[in-house]
């Protein structure tokens, strides 16, 4: 199972919206609607922020929202807040009853 | 509070074992399937395995096929990972993960460090 693929990168400053890619096959992310996107701090435990592609878990920031279409998936980051400054993992269950993990995408609030 | 809390990384020479342990608090650890990522220094996570509530059944991912094994022991509401045969690949921060709804991961510990050398 290959990795989802995520750009390296994703800049932008307060304030701004910036969107991460989650690139995948109709075995994972094309296959259900389980896509998930992680927040991790340098040190830190990853923190869930999106599950089943857009819903939001209890008391996290309307700042974050998902959206997929096809294989890919999609995190988007409004206002963004110099504590947005993370790496993003998106990760989907696949039809072989396993779970892959997205490359990562480190955010820098400029 | 949910919490999991990992033990028992360590320095270990290729080749050789270790088990390491997750201690489940604040919820019913018997009711949920469970999973192990592990993430490599600078790289990215990576999905290891996973164990159904009641322990009859678990998954794998192809690089730890026949090496690695998961287990759980609801009673002591603790998740364990036998790692054998190890290598300096295996070099990783270990995290146990709960699943919850939406094939997803909901509670994540703190991890604990493996370092494969001689």
């Known amino acids: 199972q290959s990795a989802l693929t995520q750009p390296a990168s994703v800049s932008g400053s307060p304030g701004q919206t910036i969107t991460i890619s989650c690139t995948g096959t109709s075995s994972d992310v094309g296959a259900y609607n389980y896509v998930s996107w992680f927040q991790q701090y340098p040190g830190k435990a990853p923190k869930l922020i999106i599950f089943d592609v857009s819903n939001r878990p209890s008391g996290l920031s309307d700042r974050f929202s998902g959206s997929k279409s096809g294989n890919s998936a999609s995190l988007t980051i409004s206002g963004l807040q110099a504590e947005d400054e993370a790496d993003y993992y998106c990760?989907?269950?696949?039809?072989?009853?396993?779970?892959?993990f997205g490359t990562g995408t480190t955010v820098t609030v400029l | 509070q949910l919490q999991l809390v990992e033990s028992g990384g360590g320095v270990v020479q290729p080749g050789r074992s270790l088990r390491i342990s997750c201690a489940a608090s604040g919820f019913t650890f018997s009711r949920y399937a469970m999973h192990w990522v592990r993430q490599a220094p600078g790289k990215a996570l990576e999905w290891v395995a996973t164990?159904?509530?009641?322990?009859?059944?678990?998954l794998h991912t192809d690089s730890v096929k026949g090496r690695f094994s998961i287990s759980r022991d609801n009673s002591k509401n603790t998740l364990y990972l036998q790692m054998n045969s190890l290598t300096s690949n295996d070099t990783a921060v270990y995290y146990c993960?709960?699943?919850?709804?939406?094939?997803?991961?909901?509670?994540w510990g703190q991890g604990t460090l493996v370092s494969v050398s001689s």
């Open positions: 990760s989907s269950y696949t039809t072989t009853f396993t779970y892959v």
């Open positions: 164990i159904i509530y009641d322990g009859t059944n678990s």
């Open positions: 993960a709960r699943e919850n709804v939406g094939a997803t991961f909901d509670c």
